[in-house]
Nanobody
Framework: QVQFVESGGGLVQPGGSLRLSCAAS????????MGWYRQAPGKQRELVAR???????TYVDSVKGRFTISRDNAKNTAYLQMNSLKPEDTAVYYC???????????????WGQGTQVTVSS
């Protein structure tokens, strides 16, 4: 059973940057498409960035050009570099499998703690 632990969130001013990390346990990480999901207050969780097991990346339009998803299979870790942050990016960010989900999807049924990102001046 794969488990994910997110870290790197915090409070940042508009225009600032954060780098989130997702540490995965298990021996199948390298075979998984991975995604970063977020859930803002009062909104459903959505997949905002996805990286395939071959390295192909896709993003929802709202974060395209500002966010970059990457992975290091040797370290069983996925990352989300977030630049030019906006107040609308405020949410709890989660990592999880994205193999069966498209951009904007709610994702799997089981989730970790996530990491809080707050963008405020």
């Amino acid at each position: 059973q794969v488990q994910f632990v997110e870290s790197g969130g915090g409070l940042v001013q508009p225009g600032g940057s954060l780098r989130l990390s997702c540490a995965a346990s298990g021996n199948i990480f390298r075979f998984l498409a991975m995604g970063w999901y977020r859930q803002a207050p009062g909104k459903q969780r959505e997949l905002v960035a996805r990286i395939g097991n071959g390295g192909t990346t896709t993003y929802v339009d709202s974060v395209k050009g500002r966010f970059t998803i990457s992975r290091d299979n040797a370290k069983n870790t996925a990352y989300l570099q977030m630049n030019s942050l906006k107040p609308e990016d405020t949410a709890v960010y989660y990592c999880n499998s994205a193999a069966a989900y498209g951009l904007g999807s709610e994702g799997p049924d089981t989730w970790g703690q996530g990491t809080q990102v707050t963008v405020s001046s």
